[in-house]
Every structure is written in C-alpha cells, then in structure tokens.
C-alpha cells in the first residue's frame, strides 16, 4: 500500500514538472504564455504615448490620438554687460598728502643764574610763546684743574704735554681761565679717585676744586622747532651756546 502512494506522489511530480516546463504543450497542457512579445502585442496604440509633465500640466495625447503641445521654449538669458574697462572705473584718486612731521623739541642748558639776564636779551627777538626758561636743581660738581697759567703761551705748552700724554683736557669755563679742565665729577670723592690716576700718567700740578655749589640751573627749552626758530635762536644765543648746543628734548 505505501509503496503505490509512493508511486502515484512520483508520477505527479513528474506530470507537474512536465506541464510547468511545457513538455505537454503539444497536448494542449501548458500554463498560460507570460513572456514579453505577448505582453506587447496586447498594447494599444503604444505610439501615441509621449512623457507628459511631472506637475500635470500637459497631457501625453490629444483627444484625437494626435501629440501633446511642446512646452514653449525658455528665451535665451541677457548677454551680460561687460564689465567697465579701467579707464571706464571710478577716476583715480589723487596721491595721499603726507601728513606735515610735527616739529621736534630743543633744549639748550644747563645756564647759571648769572646768565639769565643775558638769555633774556638774547631772546627778546624770539616769536613770543616759542621758548621757556626752565628752572632745574643742580648740585654741587668737582673738576680736576690745571691753572691759572701765567699767559697763553704757557697755556699752549701744556696742552701739548697733555696731548703728548693721551689725556683728553676742556676749558673750565670763564671763572677759572686761563686753565684746563681735565674732567668733572658730581662728587669730590670721584674727582680726588681720577686726579690719583692722572699722577700715574705724569700729570703732577694738577688738583680737585669746587666748580659750583648746590644751586638752580636753567634749560632754555623750544617746544616745537621749526627749521626757521632754531636757525634765529642759534645766531642770537651764538655767544651763549658754544659750549650747550641744542638738543632733543629729555
């Protein structure tokens, strides 16, 4: 009994597989056709069918079968304008003018009270406002000095020894010649330390003096000069700044 189930199970998988694969088409068994040129000829009017917009817009055939109106053409974009040559821009603008340098501080000095009267005549012809007399503190100051020396001739014959020697000299200023300075200290210790090193080079009548006392000084001060003050105020102070040039404000 199994083995006759077993059997008709063979024979209609077998009779399955054959009419699936179309063996009995010849029968007139076989499953329905489903292949593409079928499915074709089952079309109809295939041509009139056109792409219409995505929007709805247009439709794929006219009532008649005829083509869907072609959507009008995009006009063409402006040409662009061309852009202006460099002659054409904006006209260039002029060079920048430098800005003018403001002019720069002077000061000449240290001056003595004895001379303020001097430096005021000295002045006088100044623009009024372009200069100051400042008042400053000065302390006491040593020199090493050599004089006063009988005449110039004297004068002359120790400079030469002096120069013979390397050791730099100056004037001592007007209350001490004729002599020679050969330096200035701001303390007396300082000079006695440098007149102890100048007997070693061989300079034996030199001494320390006092050149002045604890005292107020005065700067002669031009805030903003200008090419033209500081030429007029050098020729009328010529006597006056031999020995104290102008220099830059400190």
Known sequence: MLRAAVLVLLLANAGYYAWA?????????APPEQSEPQRLE???????????????????ANANGGEAPAAPATPPAPASTPAPS???????????VAAAEPAPCLQAGTFEKGQLDALRTATAGLPAGSWTLEPISLTGRWM????????????EKKRAELRARKVPYDRPGAAL???LSLGRFSTEEAAE?????????????????Q??????????????????????????????????PFRACG
Not at 144 to 155: K, N, P, Q, S
Not at 211 to 227: C, F, I, N
């Open 86 to 96: 460099t002659s054409e821009a904006a006209p260039a603008s002029a060079p920048p």
């Open 193 to 209: 330390r440098a007149l102890a090193t100048l007997g070693t080079q061989g300079v034996r009548t030199a001494r320390v003096v």
């Open 211 to 244: 050149e002045r006392t604890d005292a107020t000084g005065y700067v002669l001060r031009l805030p903003a000069a200008t090419a033209a003050l500081r030429t007029q105020a050098e020729g009328q102070l010529r006597g006056l700044l031999a020995s104290r």
């Open 144 to 155: 090493v000095y050599m004089g006063r020396f009988a005449d110039e001739d004297t004068l």
């Open 42 to 60: 089952q079309q109809i009017q295939p041509e009139n069918l056109r792409l219409g917009r995505a929007n709805g817009a247009g439709t794929n």
């Open 177 to 179: 010649e004729p002599g």
């Open 21 to 29: 694969q179309g063996l009995l088409r010849s029968w007139g068994w």
